[in-house]
């Protein structure tokens, strides 16, 4: 059977990177050792980091004043590292409450000691559509913390607040180079990478070199100048996961680039929310103008009903549609690696599931 994997995170990969990773684990590039034995300081380790690093640069257009760093600690580690880092001269940053992941962030601001200041909040209409600035941004803020993409609510910001000289610093992990930003547009970008650019393990910092280097004692592994120093070689680095991550990389390349692969993305999105849009019993609740293209929450309005469409599509291999916790009903994640085949599959079975429901529903009626 085939199957198709909607999870949030970790998240599907593209089958071809899958395959290479088979192929090549026993023997890295006929070096006898797998990708997992080999040294960090090898020569062949360099070419891999030092190729993730040039064809990330290239996809994204990063110029050469940002530094790429590798971490670990996944994007909550940065929840703590950007603030220790770039919130420096006023200990004092802005924050944009568009849900879960950025209320996690504004805690481990203020948990290192950071005065955050909520400049917006959905929280009044359940986060289904996304905060606006309530008023000017003050000036005086180190910055201003913004999660592109809300992967458990499905809001997605295409257009970024104005902040005036105040950098914007971007929780990318769901929407990194699923759909086109501007790096100029930020002082810094993260993303965990297992949403949607590998194993977990890794997470990619891009920021502005002119940010860094003004914390003073920070931590080592914290430390993003440390980092930028010693090309995210301070230890030993995640090696495999930095691998991995950069054949998908290539493999981004190879498909066109985040041009192609956005507008591919939005034709996936389209088909799912198409059919939520005009059925009588899915229903998304999210604004239109505000919604993700990488995650879909959608409900029948039943939590037992709910059950039976997520238990049926696990059937047919439609995996993983169980919505987030928080806030119930299904989630259909259609991360880069989501071929369209899989959101027609995911498609045809809510059709069929709704045509059967609503052929019962008549024969409860009559009887
Ligand atoms: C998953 C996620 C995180 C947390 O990532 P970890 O790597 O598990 O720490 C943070 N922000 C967003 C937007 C996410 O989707």
């Known amino acids: 059977m085939t199957t198709y994997n909607f999870a949030a995170g970790p998240a599907v990969m ?16 006929g070096s006898g050792m797998s990708i997992m034995e080999i040294s960090h300081r090898s020569a062949l380790f360099d070419q891999v980091i030092s190729d993730a690093e040039a064809d990330l640069r290239e996809l994204m257009g990063i110029p050469a004043n940002y530094r790429v760093l590798f971490f670990q600690g996944g994007g909550t580690l940065q929840f703590t590292a950007a603030p220790l ?24 601001a203020r948990r290192v000691g950071t ?11 359940h ?30 910001y295409t257009m970024l607040p104005q902040t005036g000289h105040v950098p914007l610093v971007a929780d990318m992990s769901s929407n990194f180079l699923g759909q086109q930003y501007q790096v100029t547009d930020f002082g810094m970008i993260f993303a965990g990478a297992q949403k949607n650019l590998g194993p977990a393990g890794l997470t990619i910092v891009i920021v ?17 100048q440390l980092f930028a120093d010693k090309r995210s070689m301070f230890n030993t680095p ?12 290539k493999w981004l390349k190879a498909q066109g680039g985040l041009a192609a692969m956005e507008q591919r993305n939005r034709d996936k ?3 799912l929310y198409d059919f939520l849009d005009q059925s009588k019993l899915f229903t998304s609740h999210v604004k239109p103008a505000d919604r993700s293209l990488m995650n879909m929450p959608f409900v029948t309005g039943k939590p037992a009903l709910d059950a039976q469409v997520i238990a049926g599509a696990t059937d047919r291999g439609l995996l993983n549609l169980k919505g987030h916790r928080l806030v119930g009903g299904m989630r259909a994640s259609l991360y880069n690696a989501m071929p369209k ?23 409860d009626v009559s009887n």
Do not use: C
């Open 238 to 249: 995640p090696v495999f996961a930095i691998y991995a991550a950069g054949l998908v990389l």
């Open 85 to 108: 880092n770039l919130a420096t001269k006023h200990h004092h940053i802005g924050l944009l409450d568009s849900g879960h992941w950025a209320s996690r962030a504004a805690d481990e």
């Open 208 to 224: 502005r070199d002119d940010l860094i280097g003004q914390a003073q004692n920070l931590p080592s592994m914290l430390d993003y």
């Open 14 to 29: 593209p089958k071809p990177v899958i395959d290479q990773i088979q192929a090549e684990l026993p023997s890295f590039q």
């Open 269 to 271: 999105a389209a088909l």
């Open 341 to 363: 085949a899989g959101v027609q599959a995911l498609v045809d079975y809510l059709a069929d599931f709704e045509a059967t429901h609503a052929k019962e529903e008549l024969t």
């Open 115 to 125: 005065k955050v200041d909520i400049l917006g909040t959905a929280a009044d209409n």
């Open 127 to 156: 986060f289904t559509a996304l905060p606006t600035l309530d008023q000017p941004v003050d000036q005086a803020l180190d910055y201003v913390h913004l999660t592109t993409n809300n992967t458990i609510e499905g809001t997605a």
